[in-house]
C-alpha cells in the first residue's frame, strides 16, 4: 500500500508550534532558515524511499483579498522570517533530502482561486524549486455545479499545461442538517449526484489527476 504524507508545514498562525512563536523575537531570518532546513532533511530523510508523496505546504495563500503580500501568502511566523522565500526553501530542502519524492502545494479554494496558486507555482519554479503536483481540497455544498468545460475543468487543465499533477485531498460536501438528519431529505439525492459529478471530473483528468 502506497502512502502519501499530509502535511509538512501548514504556515498559519495557530498551527505554529508555540514554542517557536514564543521565541520569535529571538530568532534570526539565518535561524529560522537553518532550523526549517534542519526540519525538512531529518524527516524526509528519515522515510526517504517509503513515502511517495508529499504535500509539502499547506494553505500558505489567504483567502483574502489583501494583496500586500506576494502571492497573497498568509502573515506566519515562515513569512515574517524569511519572506516569500520560505516556500522556496520547503521545495528546495525536500527535494534534496528525497530526490524521488513527489511533492505537492496543497490548498482550498483552488477551483475558483487558482490564479495565485499558478503565480506561485511559477515564481518557485523560476527560483529552482521542484514542484510535481496541486492538492486541491474540495470543500463544497449542494448549490455546487460541476460541468465539462466550466471553470473547475479550466483551472485543472491550467495546472496540467504547466506539467503538473493534481489530487484531490480532501473532499465533502455540505447539506443542512438539524439533529444529524438532513433537512430536506431529497438533498441526499442531490448529494450523490454532485460526488458522481466529481468522480466524473476526476476521472476526465486521469492518468494527471
Known amino acids: 500500500m502506497q502512502l502519501r504524507r499530509h502535511h509538512l508545514l501548514w504556515p498559519k498562525g495557530n498551527r505554529i508550534l ?3 512563536l514564543k521565541q520569535e523575537s ?5 535561524k529560522a532558515k537553518s532550523l526549517l532546513s534542519d ?3 531529518e524527516v524526509l530523510s528519515r522515510y526517504r524511499g517509503k513515502i511517495p508523496c508529499w504535500d509539502l505546504v499547506n494553505e500558505a495563500i489567504d483567502d483574502s483579498n489583501n494583496n500586500s503580500h506576494a502571492f497573497y501568502l498568509r502573515n506566519s511566523f515562515w513569512f515574517r522570517k524569511l519572506g516569500t522565500d520560505f516556500i522556496k526553501y520547503v521545495f528546495i530542502f525536500a527535494h534534496e533530502a528525497d530526490p524521488d519524492a513527489q511533492l505537492y502545494y496543497n ?3 483552488i477551483q475558483s482561486l487558482g490564479n495565485r496558486t499558478l503565480e506561485l507555482v511559477n515564481w518557485l519554479r523560476s527560483e529552482g524549486a521542484t514542484i510535481d503536483g496541486i492538492g ?3 470543500h463544497r455544498n449542494i448549490s455546487t455545479t460541476i460541468n465539462p468545460g466550466d471553470t473547475y475543468y479550466q483551472n485543472a487543465q491550467r495546472f496540467i499545461h504547466l506539467g503538473l499533477d493534481f489530487m484531490v485531498t480532501e473532499l465533502d460536501v455540505a447539506i443542512p442538517t438539524k439533529d444529524g438528519y438532513p433537512v430536506d431529505p431529497e438533498d441526499l439525492q442531490k448529494q ?3 460526488y458522481r459529478s466529481l468522480l466524473d471530473y476526476v476521472l ?3 492518468p494527471k489527476c
Open 18 to 20: 508555540k514554542w517557536l
Open 26 to 30: 529571538l530568532i534570526t531570518s539565518d
Open 39 to 41: 526540519y525538512i532533511h
Open 107 to 109: 490548498d482550498y479554494n
Open 136 to 138: 486541491i481540497q474540495w
Open 192 to 194: 450523490g449526484l454532485i
Open 204 to 206: 476526465y483528468f486521469s
